[in-house]
């Protein structure tokens, strides 16, 4: 990827749901208690063979926390959207604080009874403080902030207490550490806690600085036929977590010779052609050359494109309608703005 000074085209923004599509999910039961096994087979060493049954009930497990954030991702697209009517704004920030509020009062997501639980948790809290922290744009002071935020705080920090001394040793570094450390930065950075940021700041390098020359991430190619999957997967997390912190923490997207650079190219790489990462793996992989990745996993482009605005990257996703994805907040292009850039970061 150059580093030579140009213009980026604008990314046009898509136009967001009409109002009466985005739904408030201020009657959404809070989930308190959350407990699942594994989606894998018993037998699946690499983690890479589906139980079908077992996948069911992860997914339906997860589903009302899923629905919850899909729903407030929407009322952020409204709150992120510079055409917005003012009204319509208060009425979205409204929606956003009386729901996460809900939430905080029935201390949701307390109880995570498996290590399933605890992994996957941290990113649809990530979810929640992206809305929360575009409804405080609005509303600086809510009824309930208190509440809401200490809320945060302790599921920050029940992550971030797994992640260092209970998750397995490859989870303590893959896609899912990753995810954590997102969440755990966009809670510290609402919240200005400087030990939440440094510990999502610590996870993005300790992830990203795992990989090889070639960019690929071996705590994600063991995965064998979902190699590529999880490596893709890994990137939004880390992209993201670098692009909240950039004025921060802007060595994030150098340290370690570029990791995140050269995870990014060989991530986009493979979904052209898997061949790179076949031949590390020796499993044909199940997205890539013509299984295109889906939109909501090429969403990080957009704060990617903050970090290195490469036209060629950015033409990846100039026709898709909308990057959106919840656990990033919604749509992407809405919240990374990106217009002409002269001087992309060196490294």
């Not at 959404?28 to 087979?41: A, D, E, I, N």
């Not at 905080?104 to 990113?123: C, F, I, R, V």
């Not at 705080?153 to 550490?177: C, G, I, V, Y």
């Not at 793996?281 to 903050?306: C, N």
Request: negative net charge; glycine residues 6%; hydrophobic residues 45%.
């Amino acid at each position: 990827m150059t580093t030579r000074s140009f213009a980026l085209l604008l990314l046009l923004a898509s136009p967001v749901a009409a109002e009466e599509a985005a739904k408030c999910p201020i009657d959404t039961k809070p989930v308190v208690t959350l407990g699942f096994g594994s989606r894998y087979t018993d037998d699946s060493e690499n983690r890479s063979d589906f139980d079908e049954e077992s996948d069911k009930a992860v997914t339906e497990a997860l589903k009302p926390i899923d629905d919850f954030i899909t729903d407030l991702a929407k009322q952020t697209n409204i709150l992120n959207d510079t055409e917005t009517k003012p009204e319509e704004a208060q009425k979205a920030a409204a929606c956003v604080m009386e729901s996460i509020l809900a939430w905080a009062k029935a201390d949701a997501l307390s109880e995570l009874t498996t290590q399933g639980a605890n992994l996957s948790a941290p990113s649809r809290v990530g979810g929640v403080a992206f809305a929360y922290g575009a409804a405080l744009k609005v509303v600086p002071q809510p009824a309930g902030k208190a509440e809401i935020e200490a809320w945060l705080r302790d599921r920050s920090k029940q992550t971030m207490a797994f992640f260092d001394t209970k998750a397995p040793p490859r989870a303590s570094q893959n896609n899912l550490r990753a995810w954590a450390g997102l969440a755990v930065t966009r809670v510290g950075l609402v919240l200005d806690d400087p030990a939440l940021i440094d510990w999502g700041a610590e996870t993005l390098r300790l992830v990203a600085c795992t990989a090889e020359a070639d960019g690929s991430l071996p705590n994600e190619m063991w995965r064998g036929k979902l190699a590529l999957h999880y490596q893709l997967h890994a990137v939004a997390p880390l992209v993201t977590t670098a692009a909240l912190l950039q004025d921060e923490r802007p060595g994030l997207f150098t340290d370690c010779d570029g990791a995140l650079r050269r995870i990014v190219a060989f991530t986009l790489d493979g979904l052209d052609d898997p061949a790179a990462v076949e031949k590390i793996t020796g499993k044909k992989q199940t997205v890539g050359g013509t299984r295109k990745a889906r939109d909501f996993e090429l969403a990080w482009i957009a704060a990617y494109l903050t970090l290195d605005p490469d036209p060629g990257i950015a033409a990846r996703v100039e026709k898709v309608k909308e990057l959106g994805n919840s656990k990033l907040g919604g749509n992407q292009r809405l919240l990374w703005p990106v217009a002409v850039a002269d001087d992309p970061v060196d490294g």
